[in-house]
């Protein structure tokens, strides 16, 4: 089974960037694809975005795209979110997880089953 630690958090202002890790151990980490969502105070988690087992394909909620880049590194078992031109409106908790199957991708966070601890990200105005 995969588990997962992210990191990566931190405040930043508006308009910078941060790139946050997930770590994932379990020598089937290469075989799922990842998924990223975020979670702010008092809102429901939210779903941010996904990357195949292969990094061929890769899912964006339709307000990162553009601003946020999913890269994986199959031989560190590391999944990356590069976050740019950050807004106020990204502050949350992070998280990652596998998809529950192996080499299936999907846009519902209801598809990943094991999320993280979270890294906190904090974006000042």
């Known amino acids: 089974q995969v588990q997962v630690t992210e990191s990566g958090g931190g405040l930043v202002q508006a308009g910078g960037s941060l790139r946050l890790s997930c770590a994932a151990s379990g020598d089937t980490f290469s075989s799922y694809g990842m998924g990223w969502s975020r979670q702010a105070p008092g809102k429901e988690r939210q779903f941010v975005g996904a990357i195949s087992w292969s990094s061929g394909t890769t899912f964006y909620a339709d307000d990162v795209k553009g601003r946020f880049i999913l890269s994986r590194d199959n031989g560190k078992n590391t999944v990356y979110l590069q976050m740019n031109s950050l807004k106020v409106e990204d502050t949350g908790v992070y998280f990652c997880?596998?998809?529950?199957?192996?080499?299936?991708?999907?846009?519902?966070?209801?598809?990943?089953?094991?999320w993280g601890q979270g890294t906190q990200v904090t974006v000042s105005s």
């Open positions: 997880s596998p998809h529950r199957h192996m080499g299936i991708l999907s846009e519902s966070i209801y598809d990943y089953g094991s």
